[in-house]
Every structure is written in structure tokens, then in C-alpha cells.
């Protein structure tokens, strides 16, 4: 998720998952502009709490730590996260990368997982002027069924 536009002020973010459970933590991942979420909700079918709220947005030792927020088990099954940001509190536009919800007051661990026997040495190979440009080819991904490269 990005915001709409940048430095504009209020903007929100509203999650549903698939499985309601009574919850103790919402684990926010932001990869650009931090610092901007002033208010975390969290929803039940007919109920809802306030698990996070600070004008001044909610700071952190680490941005490049998810944002991990603990509280008391709710005494509901939560089906819908809403995220509140002033994106005028940070400068640039910010992102979420993920967000997501733990029954337990434990830190979830943020990793990336690999394919069994991925090359990680990121060795790059030119595939001629068919595919490369005098651009960067950004963040290649290939189709499911393996015949086709996409890249930004």
C-alpha cells in the first residue's frame, strides 16, 4: 500500500482477514517514509478497540523494525485492521508492506523466504538488447508457468 498523495495529510488503511481470532499484537511492516501511523483500529463483527493512537505518530527505536504493538487479548475476533497516517508527519510517500495480526504478545520474525537452492550471490547476466536497455531493469519476476520475465 502507498499513500494517495504525498505530504497530504489524513489517509487510511483497511485490512480483512480471512480467519477472525481474539488477538494480543498487529505487526505493521513499512519500507518507505516511517513514522507516519498515528492510529491503529481493530474491528469485530460488532465490536472494535483502539489498540494504537499517538497525533504525533507512533515512533519507534528502529524503523527498519516492523512496527510491533502489543496490548491485552481482545475480547473479540478481530476481522479488520484500519490504520490511520497524517502523511504529513514524514516527508515522501509512505508504504506498507505487509500487516498482520498474532494471537501471542511474542515478536513474529520478518524474513524473507527463499526457493530451495536460490542463487543469492545476485550474479547479473546481460540478455541482450532484446531484453536489456541502456536502463535499469528493476525487480525481475517470471511468470508462474516460467515463460515470461516481467521488470519495472
Given at each position: 500500500?502507498?499513500?494517495?498523495?504525498?505530504?497530504?495529510?489524513?489517509?487510511?488503511?483497511?485490512?480483512?482477514?480471512?480467519?477472525?481470532?481474539?488477538?494480543?499484537?498487529?505487526?505493521?511492516?513499512?519500507?518507505?517514509?516511517?513514522?507516519?501511523?498515528v492510529?491503529v483500529?481493530?474491528?469485530?463483527?460488532?465490536?472494535?478497540?483502539?489498540?494504537?493512537?499517538?497525533?504525533n505518530?507512533?515512533?519507534?527505536?528502529?524503523?527498519s523494525?516492523?512496527?510491533?504493538?502489543?496490548?491485552?487479548?481482545?475480547?473479540?475476533?478481530?476481522?479488520?485492521?484500519?490504520?490511520?497516517?497524517?502523511?504529513?508527519?514524514v516527508?515522501?510517500?509512505?508504504?506498507?508492506?505487509?500487516?498482520?495480526?498474532?494471537?501471542?504478545?511474542?515478536?513474529?520474525p520478518?524474513?524473507?523466504?527463499?526457493?530451495?537452492?536460490?542463487?543469492?550471490?545476485l550474479n547479473k547476466?546481460?540478455?541482450?538488447?532484446a531484453v536489456?536497455?541502456k536502463?535499469?531493469?528493476?525487480?525481475?519476476?517470471?511468470?508462474?508457468?516460467?515463460k515470461?520475465?516481467?521488470?519495472?
Amino acid at each position: 500500500w502507498a499513500a494517495a498523495l504525498e505530504n497530504n495529510g489524513e489517509e487510511w488503511l483497511a485490512l480483512t482477514y480471512q480467519k477472525p481470532i481474539p488477538i494480543q499484537q498487529v505487526v505493521i511492516c513499512q519500507n518507505n517514509s516511517p513514522g507516519g501511523i498515528v492510529k491503529v483500529t481493530v474491528y469485530g463483527k460488532q465490536d472494535s478497540l483502539v489498540v494504537a493512537n499517538d497525533p504525533n505518530g507512533l515512533k519507534q527505536a528502529d524503523y527498519s523494525l516492523p512496527l510491533y504493538l502489543t496490548f491485552p487479548r481482545t475480547p473479540f475476533a478481530v476481522e479488520k485492521v484500519r490504520i490511520w497516517l497524517n502523511t504529513k508527519l514524514v516527508a515522501g510517500f509512505e508504504q506498507i508492506d505487509a500487516v498482520g495480526i498474532a494471537d501471542h504478545t511474542r515478536p513474529i520474525p520478518v524474513a524473507i523466504r527463499l526457493v530451495n537452492g536460490a542463487d543469492i550471490a545476485l550474479n547479473k547476466e546481460r540478455l541482450g538488447e532484446a531484453v536489456n536497455s541502456k536502463f535499469d531493469e528493476l525487480n525481475p519476476k517470471i511468470s508462474p508457468d516460467g515463460k515470461q520475465l516481467y521488470f519495472t
